[in-house]
């Protein structure tokens, strides 16, 4: 039984439908192995007794970058258990290959590190991203150089070394979205990177708009329950081939059982992406009737993600949600809400967060999947100072495939 077997697809796999592909890419030589559920290989090396055969392979990977025939060498270069999430995501993200890494901000560092070592150190940014994303392009901790736009400027702000443009949409945490087609098309044979953390594969699929690389914090959503981190970029193989590089020599690999666990959270992520977006589109209806607030931001895309502005003092709101709960990060099965300015966007100059739409009354919240009336209770008491009772409201209009109720557009924009 070969458990080290690549299941990365060798030819074109034939089309099946998202929610199929969730629950079993990455999975399809399981009922050959006599397996229901993927192996974890926690072994950090493995024994070869042909030196002289090791030394070609290894060769041939400082050549190419491509995965390695049978098994791995050492846990740093391959390992089984994370080649099948990125298999899995691969396919979700109709890409040619994925290359997972130990956090979402390791893998935006290999692809800047990856376009730095051809030349290419100038990126195109449009803001927001999230805060760290932000913070490690401006600091030019990497040696790189940015130039901050709108979409509209993003033709004439490329340069001769300009290796990558970079949109976050929607966008964290004010939930902008960008025309990833138009953009992509302002980035001529410049790559677009789209990270598409907040939407997942389950609402858009940046590739087919044109975008060559995409970006995930697979610690949110694609994980799914708030216990695992990783980070995962998904493009093409030859791309991949120098990622795998990168991620060989400065070691941010993801660890095997994330790597488990993250192909697991695969297998609900429609479910759960479509049963969190459907309260989040009923929050932010009767967030934006709500006098206490002063503005609903929430995606034409739909989605679980929910943004609104206080006219009063958002800390109070964070210090008395009961059911909710106030913490960084997003995605899981429960709800948390956090205050960007102080929290996610905290290291971005208080100046650009700003002119971006970060302001200090702004409250990011990921929705989960509990009863929406008792998330609306837990919320109106947290905005009022009152005791949570569950309030009887109208029934809900219709929601669309995404979970977004059909006009709620205005509500945020």
């Not at 049978?70 to 290959?97: C, I, K, M, Q």
């Not at 994330?258 to 479509?274: D, E, F, K, S």
């Not at 009152?386 to 029934?395: F, G, T």
Request: net charge negative; proline share 7%; aromatic share 4%.
């Amino acid at each position: 039984m070969d458990i080290h077997s690549s299941t990365a697809p060798s030819t074109t796999p034939p089309y099946r439908a998202p929610a199929t592909e969730a629950v079993h890419a990455g999975r399809e030589d399981l009922a050959a192995l006599g397996l229901h559920a993927p192996p974890i290989d926690l072994s950090t090396t493995y024994p070869n007794y042909d030196s002289r055969g090791e030394a070609e392979r290894i060769d041939s990977f400082a050549a190419t970058g491509a995965r390695l025939d049978g098994p791995p060498v050492y846990a740093r270069l391959d390992n089984p258990t994370t080649a099948r999430f990125e298999t899995a995501l691969a396919r979700l993200e109709g890409t040619a290959s994925a290359v997972a890494f130990a956090s979402g901000m390791a893998a935006l560092t290999a692809v800047l590190l990856a376009r730095a070592s051809m030349g290419l150190r100038h990126v195109v940014a449009v803001r927001p991203l999230y805060g760290c994303s932000d913070h490690l392009l401006g600091a030019g901790l990497l040696g790189t150089e940015v130039t901050w736009t709108d979409p509209a400027g993003i033709a004439e702000a490329i340069r001769p070394d300009t290796g990558l443009v970079i949109v976050e949409t929607p966008a964290n945490p004010t939930l902008a979205e960008v025309d990833i087609r138009a953009v992509a098309h302002s980035c001529g044979s410049v790559p677009l990177l789209v990270d598409n953390t907040f939407a997942t594969p389950v609402l858009q699929r940046p590739v087919e708009h044109g975008a060559r690389i995409v970006l995930h914090s697979a610690t949110k959503y694609l994980g799914g329950h708030g216990d695992v981190m990783g980070g995962v970029v998904a493009c093409d193989e030859e791309f991949a081939a120098r990622l795998r590089q990168v991620r060989f020599a400065t070691g941010g690999v993801l660890h095997p059982m994330a790597g488990y666990l993250l192909l697991r959270g695969l297998a609900t992520l429609p479910v759960r992406v479509r049963a969190a977006s459907a309260n989040a589109a009923e929050l932010a209806r009767r967030l934006s009737a709500d006098p206490r607030i002063a503005r609903v931001h929430y995606p034409e895309l739909g989605g679980a993600m929910v943004s609104f502005e206080v006219y009063g003092d958002p800390h109070g709101v964070i210090a008395a949600v009961r059911l909710i709960t106030p913490a960084v990060s997003l995605g899981s099965v429960d709800t948390l809400i956090q205050h960007p300015a102080s929290i996610s966007h905290r290291i971005v100059d208080e100046g650009d967060r700003q002119s971006s739409g970060v302001g200090d009354r702004l409250l990011r919240m990921s929705v989960g999947l509990e009863d929406v009336e008792d998330l609306w209770a837990d919320l109106c008491q947290a905005l009022s100072g009152e005791e949570p009772v569950r309030q009887a409201v109208s029934a809900p209009p219709a929601r669309t495939a995404a979970g977004a109720v059909p006009g709620s557009r205005p509500v945020g924009r």
